[in-house]
Protein backbone atom coordinates (compact mmCIF):
# COMPACT_ATOMS: atom_id res chain seq x y z
CA UNK A 1 0.00 0.00 0.00
CA UNK A 2 2.68 2.46 0.58
CA UNK A 3 5.00 1.90 -2.40
CA UNK A 4 1.39 2.76 -4.35
CA UNK A 5 0.48 5.64 -2.15
CA UNK A 6 4.10 7.03 -3.74
CA UNK A 7 3.93 5.54 -7.10
CA UNK A 8 3.04 8.12 -10.12
CA UNK A 9 -0.33 7.99 -10.83
CA UNK A 10 -0.92 6.10 -14.25
CA UNK A 11 -0.31 8.85 -17.22
CA UNK A 12 -3.28 8.44 -19.35
CA UNK A 13 -3.31 8.40 -22.83
CA UNK A 14 -4.28 11.50 -23.64
CA UNK A 15 -0.99 12.45 -21.03
CA UNK A 16 1.27 9.99 -23.57
CA UNK A 17 -0.11 12.60 -26.72
CA UNK A 18 0.93 15.44 -25.40
CA UNK A 19 4.45 14.08 -23.78
CA UNK A 20 4.85 12.68 -27.21
CA UNK A 21 4.26 16.16 -28.84
CA UNK A 22 6.51 18.01 -26.49
CA UNK A 23 9.40 15.43 -27.70
CA UNK A 24 8.90 11.94 -25.39
CA UNK A 25 9.92 9.27 -27.38
CA UNK A 26 9.06 6.66 -24.62
CA UNK A 27 5.48 8.26 -24.71
CA UNK A 28 5.46 7.90 -28.32
CA UNK A 29 6.58 4.33 -27.90
CA UNK A 30 3.93 3.56 -25.24
CA UNK A 31 0.89 5.06 -27.31
CA UNK A 32 2.01 2.65 -30.47
CA UNK A 33 1.80 0.05 -28.29
CA UNK A 34 -1.22 0.90 -26.98
CA UNK A 35 -2.28 1.06 -30.71
CA UNK A 36 -0.80 -2.23 -31.21
CA UNK A 37 -2.83 -3.68 -28.61
CA UNK A 38 -6.06 -2.64 -30.13
CA UNK A 39 -6.82 -0.37 -26.75
CA UNK A 40 -9.67 1.38 -27.03
CA UNK A 41 -8.21 3.92 -24.14
CA UNK A 42 -6.07 5.09 -26.92
CA UNK A 43 -8.77 6.54 -29.00
CA UNK A 44 -8.99 10.15 -27.61
CA UNK A 45 -5.58 10.60 -28.08
CA UNK A 46 -5.84 9.76 -31.45
CA UNK A 47 -8.25 12.62 -31.69
CA UNK A 48 -5.66 14.83 -30.35
CA UNK A 49 -2.64 13.61 -32.35
CA UNK A 50 -4.79 13.05 -35.78
CA UNK A 51 -5.73 16.61 -35.43
CA UNK A 52 -1.81 17.83 -35.42
CA UNK A 53 -0.63 15.53 -37.96
CA UNK A 54 1.86 17.26 -40.33
CA UNK A 55 1.05 15.41 -43.44
CA UNK A 56 4.84 13.53 -43.08
CA UNK A 57 5.35 12.15 -46.25
CA UNK A 58 4.78 8.32 -45.97
CA UNK A 59 7.22 5.60 -47.84
CA UNK A 60 6.06 2.00 -47.83
CA UNK A 61 8.60 -0.73 -48.52
CA UNK A 62 7.01 -4.12 -49.19
CA UNK A 63 8.15 -7.54 -50.96
CA UNK A 64 8.46 -10.93 -49.96
CA UNK A 65 9.80 -12.39 -47.16
CA UNK A 66 13.56 -11.99 -46.66
CA UNK A 67 13.95 -9.69 -49.96
CA UNK A 68 16.49 -7.25 -47.81
CA UNK A 69 13.54 -4.90 -47.19
CA UNK A 70 14.95 -3.94 -43.42
CA UNK A 71 18.95 -4.01 -44.88
CA UNK A 72 17.58 -1.53 -47.63
CA UNK A 73 15.60 0.53 -44.80
CA UNK A 74 19.16 0.94 -42.48
CA UNK A 75 20.64 1.94 -45.77
CA UNK A 76 18.39 4.72 -46.61
CA UNK A 77 17.94 5.81 -43.03
CA UNK A 78 21.77 6.79 -43.10
CA UNK A 79 21.55 8.43 -46.42
CA UNK A 80 18.11 10.29 -45.26
CA UNK A 81 20.53 11.47 -41.39
CA UNK A 82 22.91 12.56 -44.06
CA UNK A 83 20.82 14.86 -45.46
CA UNK A 84 19.73 16.13 -41.98
CA UNK A 85 16.42 15.00 -41.80
CA UNK A 86 14.42 13.36 -38.83
CA UNK A 87 13.26 9.90 -39.83
CA UNK A 88 10.88 7.08 -38.28
CA UNK A 89 10.42 4.02 -39.49
CA UNK A 90 7.43 1.37 -38.82
CA UNK A 91 8.44 -2.23 -39.53
CA UNK A 92 5.01 -4.31 -39.08
CA UNK A 93 4.62 -7.47 -38.76
CA UNK A 94 1.96 -9.32 -39.26
CA UNK A 95 3.01 -12.87 -38.00
CA UNK A 96 4.94 -12.36 -34.73
CA UNK A 97 3.94 -12.34 -31.36
CA UNK A 98 3.37 -8.73 -30.05
CA UNK A 99 6.57 -6.85 -29.68
CA UNK A 100 5.29 -4.70 -26.50
CA UNK A 101 7.46 -2.25 -27.59
CA UNK A 102 10.51 -4.04 -26.94
CA UNK A 103 13.47 -3.08 -29.19
CA UNK A 104 13.58 -4.88 -32.17
CA UNK A 105 14.39 -8.45 -32.97
CA UNK A 106 17.06 -10.20 -35.49
CA UNK A 107 14.51 -9.53 -38.16
CA UNK A 108 14.80 -5.84 -38.56
CA UNK A 109 18.34 -4.92 -38.82
CA UNK A 110 18.60 -1.11 -38.34
CA UNK A 111 20.26 -1.58 -34.53
CA UNK A 112 22.96 0.85 -35.41
CA UNK A 113 20.56 3.77 -35.43
CA UNK A 114 19.26 2.69 -32.15
CA UNK A 115 21.25 5.65 -30.44
CA UNK A 116 20.30 8.15 -33.29
CA UNK A 117 17.75 10.57 -31.25
CA UNK A 118 16.86 11.74 -34.91
CA UNK A 119 15.77 8.32 -36.09
CA UNK A 120 12.91 6.48 -34.54
CA UNK A 121 12.46 2.62 -34.89
CA UNK A 122 9.04 0.57 -33.95
CA UNK A 123 7.94 -2.88 -35.07
CA UNK A 124 4.44 -3.59 -35.01
CA UNK A 125 2.86 -6.71 -34.57
CA UNK A 126 -0.44 -7.32 -36.20
CA UNK A 127 -0.91 -11.04 -35.45
CA UNK A 128 -4.82 -11.46 -34.57
CA UNK A 129 -5.67 -8.28 -35.58
CA UNK A 130 -9.22 -8.36 -37.30
CA UNK A 131 -8.51 -5.25 -39.34
CA UNK A 132 -5.09 -6.75 -40.26
CA UNK A 133 -2.82 -3.49 -41.12
CA UNK A 134 -4.84 -1.14 -41.01
CA UNK A 135 -6.49 0.06 -37.86
CA UNK A 136 -3.18 -0.53 -35.77
CA UNK A 137 -0.69 0.57 -38.66
CA UNK A 138 -2.99 3.61 -39.52
CA UNK A 139 -2.86 4.97 -35.69
CA UNK A 140 0.82 4.14 -35.10
CA UNK A 141 1.18 6.12 -38.05
CA UNK A 142 -0.92 9.30 -36.57
CA UNK A 143 1.04 8.92 -33.73
CA UNK A 144 4.34 9.38 -36.21
CA UNK A 145 3.42 11.91 -37.75
CA UNK A 146 2.16 14.13 -35.53
CA UNK A 147 5.99 13.85 -34.32
CA UNK A 148 7.65 16.03 -36.54
CA UNK A 149 9.47 13.76 -38.90
CA UNK A 150 10.75 14.72 -42.10
CA UNK A 151 9.74 11.30 -43.56
CA UNK A 152 8.16 8.04 -41.93
CA UNK A 153 9.09 4.47 -43.85
CA UNK A 154 6.61 1.87 -43.26
CA UNK A 155 8.01 -1.59 -43.81
CA UNK A 156 5.65 -4.41 -44.45
CA UNK A 157 6.25 -8.47 -45.55
CA UNK A 158 4.38 -8.78 -48.86
CA UNK A 159 2.68 -11.73 -47.85
CA UNK A 160 -1.24 -11.95 -48.74
CA UNK A 161 -3.40 -9.18 -48.56
CA UNK A 162 -1.45 -7.03 -46.65
CA UNK A 163 1.06 -5.99 -49.35
CA UNK A 164 -2.02 -4.11 -51.33
CA UNK A 165 -2.90 -2.76 -47.69
CA UNK A 166 0.43 -0.74 -47.89
CA UNK A 167 -0.56 1.75 -51.04
CA UNK A 168 -3.50 2.78 -48.49
CA UNK A 169 -1.01 4.32 -46.50
CA UNK A 170 1.73 5.49 -48.22
CA UNK A 171 2.52 8.58 -51.08
CA UNK A 172 5.46 6.01 -51.97
CA UNK A 173 5.33 2.59 -52.46
CA UNK A 174 8.68 1.15 -52.84
CA UNK A 175 8.36 -3.11 -53.89
CA UNK A 176 11.17 -5.18 -53.34
CA UNK A 177 12.37 -8.43 -55.55
CA UNK A 178 15.00 -10.65 -55.59
CA UNK A 179 16.64 -12.22 -58.53
CA UNK A 180 14.67 -15.60 -59.99
CA UNK A 181 16.00 -18.23 -61.47
CA UNK A 182 14.18 -19.84 -64.84
CA UNK A 183 10.71 -20.46 -64.85
CA UNK A 184 10.05 -18.99 -61.74
CA UNK A 185 10.12 -15.50 -63.09
CA UNK A 186 6.41 -16.43 -63.98
CA UNK A 187 5.43 -17.27 -61.22
CA UNK A 188 6.88 -13.81 -59.57
CA UNK A 189 3.64 -12.10 -57.64
CA UNK A 190 2.91 -9.89 -60.08
CA UNK A 191 0.29 -8.25 -57.98
CA UNK A 192 3.15 -6.68 -56.25
CA UNK A 193 4.06 -5.03 -59.79
CA UNK A 194 0.54 -3.36 -59.72
CA UNK A 195 1.00 -1.23 -56.65
CA UNK A 196 4.68 -0.07 -57.08
CA UNK A 197 5.82 2.97 -57.47
CA UNK A 198 9.43 2.32 -57.56
CA UNK A 199 10.96 -1.04 -58.07
CA UNK A 200 14.28 -2.21 -56.17
CA UNK A 201 15.64 -5.75 -57.64
CA UNK A 202 18.01 -6.27 -54.52
CA UNK A 203 20.69 -8.89 -53.80
CA UNK A 204 22.06 -8.34 -57.75
CA UNK A 205 24.64 -10.47 -56.59
CA UNK A 206 22.97 -13.14 -56.85
CA UNK A 207 22.54 -15.39 -60.30
CA UNK A 208 19.61 -14.43 -62.51
CA UNK A 209 19.48 -10.43 -61.47
CA UNK A 210 19.29 -9.61 -65.17
CA UNK A 211 16.68 -11.99 -66.29
CA UNK A 212 14.69 -10.86 -63.28
CA UNK A 213 15.34 -7.22 -64.44
CA UNK A 214 14.40 -7.27 -68.17
CA UNK A 215 11.32 -9.12 -66.74
CA UNK A 216 10.18 -6.75 -64.23
CA UNK A 217 10.84 -3.95 -66.76
CA UNK A 218 8.80 -5.65 -69.69
CA UNK A 219 5.76 -6.22 -66.70
CA UNK A 220 5.89 -2.86 -65.32
CA UNK A 221 5.33 -1.55 -68.65
CA UNK A 222 2.82 -3.74 -69.49
CA UNK A 223 1.02 -2.55 -66.35
CA UNK A 224 2.32 0.97 -65.54
CA UNK A 225 2.48 0.33 -62.22
CA UNK A 226 0.68 2.65 -59.72
CA UNK A 227 -1.73 5.25 -62.09
CA UNK A 228 0.23 8.11 -61.59
CA UNK A 229 0.66 10.35 -65.01
CA UNK A 230 3.88 11.31 -66.33
CA UNK A 231 6.07 8.78 -63.73
CA UNK A 232 7.59 6.31 -65.57
CA UNK A 233 8.00 2.85 -62.50
CA UNK A 234 11.98 3.11 -62.24
CA UNK A 235 13.76 -0.35 -61.73
CA UNK A 236 16.39 -0.07 -59.42
CA UNK A 237 19.24 -2.74 -58.74
CA UNK A 238 20.30 -2.62 -55.24
CA UNK A 239 22.69 -5.11 -53.24
CA UNK A 240 21.82 -3.69 -50.06
CA UNK A 241 24.07 -4.98 -47.89
CA UNK A 242 27.34 -3.39 -49.71
CA UNK A 243 25.06 -0.14 -49.98
CA UNK A 244 25.18 -0.12 -53.88
CA UNK A 245 22.56 1.15 -55.75
CA UNK A 246 20.74 2.70 -52.74
CA UNK A 247 21.71 5.62 -53.47
CA UNK A 248 19.93 5.75 -56.85
CA UNK A 249 16.66 4.48 -54.43
CA UNK A 250 17.48 7.56 -52.24
CA UNK A 251 16.63 9.92 -55.05
CA UNK A 252 14.22 7.94 -57.16
CA UNK A 253 12.27 8.31 -53.99
CA UNK A 254 12.77 12.32 -53.73
CA UNK A 255 11.73 12.29 -57.52
CA UNK A 256 8.90 10.70 -57.28
CA UNK A 257 8.10 13.14 -54.08
CA UNK A 258 9.02 16.19 -56.72
CA UNK A 259 6.38 14.47 -59.21
CA UNK A 260 3.56 13.92 -56.73
CA UNK A 261 4.55 17.65 -55.62
CA UNK A 262 3.98 19.19 -58.98
CA UNK A 263 0.59 17.45 -59.98
CA UNK A 264 -1.38 18.94 -56.73
CA UNK A 265 -4.79 18.43 -58.20
CA UNK A 266 -3.95 14.47 -59.05
CA UNK A 267 -2.06 14.36 -55.17
CA UNK A 268 -5.09 15.13 -53.78
CA UNK A 269 -7.43 13.60 -55.53
CA UNK A 270 -4.88 10.12 -54.33
CA UNK A 271 -4.96 11.23 -50.78
CA UNK A 272 -8.89 11.48 -51.09
CA UNK A 273 -8.72 7.69 -52.53
CA UNK A 274 -6.47 6.81 -49.66
CA UNK A 275 -9.10 8.36 -47.14
CA UNK A 276 -12.29 6.68 -48.61
CA UNK A 277 -10.54 2.97 -48.45
CA UNK A 278 -9.11 3.53 -45.07
CA UNK A 279 -12.34 5.25 -43.63
CA UNK A 280 -14.43 2.13 -45.06
CA UNK A 281 -11.86 -0.55 -44.31
CA UNK A 282 -12.11 0.73 -40.25
CA UNK A 283 -16.00 0.67 -40.53
CA UNK A 284 -15.85 -2.93 -41.95
CA UNK A 285 -13.37 -3.51 -39.40
CA UNK A 286 -15.11 -2.29 -36.65
CA UNK A 287 -18.41 -4.21 -37.68
CA UNK A 288 -16.67 -7.24 -37.79
CA UNK A 289 -15.13 -6.82 -34.11
CA UNK A 290 -18.46 -6.06 -33.10
CA UNK A 291 -20.34 -9.41 -34.00
CA UNK A 292 -17.16 -11.19 -33.74
CA UNK A 293 -17.64 -11.03 -29.86
CA UNK A 294 -19.66 -13.71 -28.23
CA UNK A 295 -21.87 -10.91 -26.60
CA UNK A 296 -25.05 -9.46 -27.16
CA UNK A 297 -23.94 -8.21 -30.58
CA UNK A 298 -22.73 -11.56 -31.52
CA UNK A 299 -26.42 -13.14 -30.41
CA UNK A 300 -28.31 -9.78 -32.35
CA UNK A 301 -25.81 -11.28 -35.36
CA UNK A 302 -26.85 -15.15 -34.52
CA UNK A 303 -30.37 -13.79 -34.39
CA UNK A 304 -29.67 -12.18 -38.24
CA UNK A 305 -28.34 -15.63 -39.44
CA UNK A 306 -31.28 -17.41 -38.00
CA UNK A 307 -34.00 -15.40 -39.76
CA UNK A 308 -32.20 -15.75 -43.04
CA UNK A 309 -32.01 -19.81 -43.28
CA UNK A 310 -35.80 -19.14 -41.86
CA UNK A 311 -36.91 -16.47 -44.54
CA UNK A 312 -37.63 -14.50 -41.76
CA UNK A 313 -36.18 -11.25 -43.06
CA UNK A 314 -33.75 -10.90 -46.08
CA UNK A 315 -30.29 -10.72 -45.89
CA UNK A 316 -30.27 -7.01 -46.99
CA UNK A 317 -33.08 -5.88 -44.31
CA UNK A 318 -30.68 -8.04 -41.89
CA UNK A 319 -27.80 -6.18 -42.09
CA UNK A 320 -29.49 -2.81 -42.17
CA UNK A 321 -31.51 -3.64 -39.16
CA UNK A 322 -27.55 -4.76 -37.40
CA UNK A 323 -26.25 -1.74 -39.09
CA UNK A 324 -28.77 0.69 -37.36
CA UNK A 325 -27.53 -0.15 -34.44
CA UNK A 326 -23.86 -0.23 -35.07
CA UNK A 327 -21.64 2.45 -33.39
N1 LIG B 1 23.60 -11.49 -50.94
C1 LIG B 1 22.85 -10.49 -50.50
N2 LIG B 1 22.22 -10.62 -49.33
C2 LIG B 1 21.46 -9.60 -48.91
C3 LIG B 1 21.33 -8.40 -49.67
N3 LIG B 1 20.49 -7.58 -48.99
C4 LIG B 1 20.13 -8.22 -47.87
N4 LIG B 1 20.72 -9.44 -47.81
C5 LIG B 1 20.59 -10.44 -46.74
O1 LIG B 1 19.31 -11.03 -46.81
C6 LIG B 1 18.85 -11.38 -45.51
C7 LIG B 1 17.49 -10.77 -45.26
O2 LIG B 1 17.61 -9.36 -45.20
P1 LIG B 1 16.53 -8.43 -44.50
O3 LIG B 1 16.95 -7.03 -44.74
O4 LIG B 1 16.29 -8.85 -43.12
O5 LIG B 1 15.27 -8.79 -45.38
P2 LIG B 1 13.74 -8.38 -45.13
O6 LIG B 1 13.12 -8.29 -46.46
O7 LIG B 1 13.66 -7.19 -44.25
O8 LIG B 1 13.23 -9.65 -44.34
P3 LIG B 1 11.84 -9.83 -43.54
O9 LIG B 1 11.57 -8.54 -42.82
O10 LIG B 1 12.11 -10.96 -42.64
O11 LIG B 1 10.81 -10.14 -44.59
C8 LIG B 1 19.93 -10.89 -44.55
O12 LIG B 1 20.74 -11.98 -44.22
C9 LIG B 1 20.66 -9.85 -45.34
O13 LIG B 1 21.99 -9.71 -44.93
C10 LIG B 1 22.02 -8.30 -50.91
O14 LIG B 1 21.94 -7.32 -51.64
N5 LIG B 1 22.76 -9.37 -51.28
MG1 LIG C 1 12.59 -6.90 -42.41
Known amino acids: MTAMSHARPERTPVDMAAAALAGDRRAAARLISLVEAADPAAGPAMSLLFRRGRDTRIVGITGPPGAGKSTLVDQLIALRRLAGERVAVLAVDPASPRS ?39 DALIVLDALGF ?21 DTVVVVQTP ?34 SWLREAAEARGGRPSPGWTV ?10 TGVVELNAALDAHRR ?37 QHANEFERALDDILARRRDPGSAAADLLRGAT
Open 100 to 138: GGSLLGDRVRMTRHNTDADVFIRSLSTRGHLGGLTAATG
Open 150 to 170: DCIIVETVGAGQNEFDIMDHA
Open 180 to 213: VAGDEVQAMKSGLLEIADLIAVNKCDAPGAERTV
Open 234 to 243: PLIKTQAVAG
Open 259 to 295: QLGSQPDASRARRRDRARILLLRRMTDMLRARHARPA
